[in-house]
């Protein structure tokens, strides 16, 4: 079956834009979690979201932000770009109902603040 | 909470050795798992590791989880020129039922030297 799709893949903004990511999970998975990834802070933890809510927060400012839709795809947010929120910017989806749930992993989407 | 911590971080081998990567983590972690990442490519899951004394294996990987001492491992064995890339770990926290936050190491670049 078809694996997570994010799209852009590619993305170039400027300071003080915002941007819109999206992320379509494995069929039949309802959990998709965000997550972004830098050279200097490696792979850290936005957001999950289960059935359209946020099951669980990370620590980053309110800047960034998320939704889901009740087709389990999901869009994340970031407003007032800075230079440090360049990053990839990967989703990953599960079942979300099972303790032994493994995570898949999407290509991500490179974002480049200028 | 829960921090993990990898080493080396950097790790040049010649194909057909044996060597080690090590996962340490602070606090109780509901789970483990090894995540491998290609040079501009997504995370592929390569091991779950649910209880103390759990063993996985995949063709020259190896797995395991010392719940008490607070250490995964995960061992190469004979690498080839094709196990290059980086391999990150990850404890997790259930919430709700299911594991859907992941705390990564900082990763562990594997070179397979000729």
């Known amino acids: 079956k078809a694996g997570v799709t994010q799209t852009p893949r590619y993305l170039i903004k400027t300071r003080g834009q915002q941007v819109t990511l999206s992320c379509s999970p494995i069929?039949?998975?309802?959990?998709v979690s965000w997550y972004q990834q830098t050279p200097g802070q490696g792979l850290q933890f936005l957001f999950e979201?289960?059935?359209?809510?946020?099951?669980n927060k990370g620590n980053f400012p309110g800047r960034f932000s998320g939704r889901q839709f009740s087709n389990s795809r999901s869009e994340m947010n970031v407003s007032t770009l800075e230079l440090g929120d360049s990053a990839l910017y990967l989703c990953?989806?599960?079942?979300?109902?099972?303790?032994?749930?493994?995570?898949?992993f999407g290509p991500g989407t490179r974002l480049t603040v200028l | 909470e829960l921090k993990v911590e990898q080493n080396p971080l950097f790790l040049s081998m010649q194909e057909g050795k044996n060597y080690t990567i090590y996962c340490n983590y602070s606090?109780?972690?509901?789970?483990l798992y090894w995540y491998r990442q290609d040079p501009g490519k997504s995370l592929e899951s390569l091991f779950v590791l649910l209880s103390n004394g759990a063993v996985k294996q995949e063709g020259r990987l190896m797995a395991s989880l010392d719940t008490k001492a607070r250490l995964s491992t995960l061992h190469i064995t004979a690498a080839v020129h094709d196990l290059s890339a980086t391999y990150f770990c990850?404890?997790?926290?259930?919430?709700?039922?299911?594991?859907?936050?992941?705390?990564f190491g900082t990763g562990t670049l594997l070179a397979v030297q000729p």
């Open positions: 979201y289960f059935s359209e809510t946020q099951r």
């Open positions: 990953a989806s599960s079942l979300g109902t099972h303790n032994t749930d493994t995570q898949y």
């Open positions: 990850a404890g997790a926290k259930i919430y709700g039922g299911a594991t859907n936050k992941l705390i």
């Open positions: 069929s039949g998975h309802r959990s």
């Open positions: 606090t109780t972690s509901d789970r």
